[in-house]
């Protein structure tokens, strides 16, 4: 007996890549090789233990970055979006959320609110932030929230949404935030846009969810 | 660029294809054949953005 176990190659590969990309997931593995006879059950136990051992990081990236461009416009829409099955994240986790946009045209100010939702709709989110009137000169906007989960179901905490500062690594009067969200089932990671003027472009490069476990 | 099905907030109904772009413009979603178109649109309509720095 010849058991040939898989060793995935890249710690990039995470679950909700496996969910929803299996097709790209088995091109990432790239051709199994078999010698000789193998257990087909002991191999699939090894396989699961060592996509299990992969995957169970301290430190997790989900990344989307297809590019999406909005104008024409001045109603709330939804630019990027990112699916987070059920129990992805926890309690005690950390996740800082970054994200990228460039504006072309200067004719009105931006807005940008990262929300949370169980459907990917912007009927009944929860805002994490919500950072308005970006001034229409501004044309290269990167930011980021940090989210703690103090309890998976009922309190991810981050910097008040209220807040329209860039960037949460800093020391503020503004209290911290609390936001009932319940990530044991699946939930939709939602950044959206509203152009203060249906002329102007904003490019999403990427929103970057980057977990970190306790 | 093709016309896909999107939602009231401009979101896709249906997952698009690894890397392909995406623009709403505010009655159509449109879903760009390939990075190469996506590039040639974005050059005419992003015009302010630099070249790549390069060092002397």
Redesign the interface.
Known sequence: MNIQPIKISSKVINSNQFI??PN?FIQDMGPLAFEGQFDLTEYLRQFIQQYLEETNLSSQNILN?????????V?????M?TLIPGGTFEQGDVIKALWRC?K?NINGTTSIRLSVNST???VGTTTLSNITLIPATD?FIQQERILFIRNATTDTQTISNASSVSSDILTTSSGASGAAIDWSTNKYVIL?IQLGS?LD?V?TQFLQLTVSKP | MTIIPHGENGQPLEPTPRLRPTLFDGTNLWLFDSMEEYDAWYKEHFPQETDNQVSE
């Open positions: 929803h990309a790209q970055s297809s590019h999406s461009v909005i104008t024409g416009t109603f709330e829409t939804i630019t979006s460039t072309s990917n709709s912007l044309i959206s249906a472009f490019a």
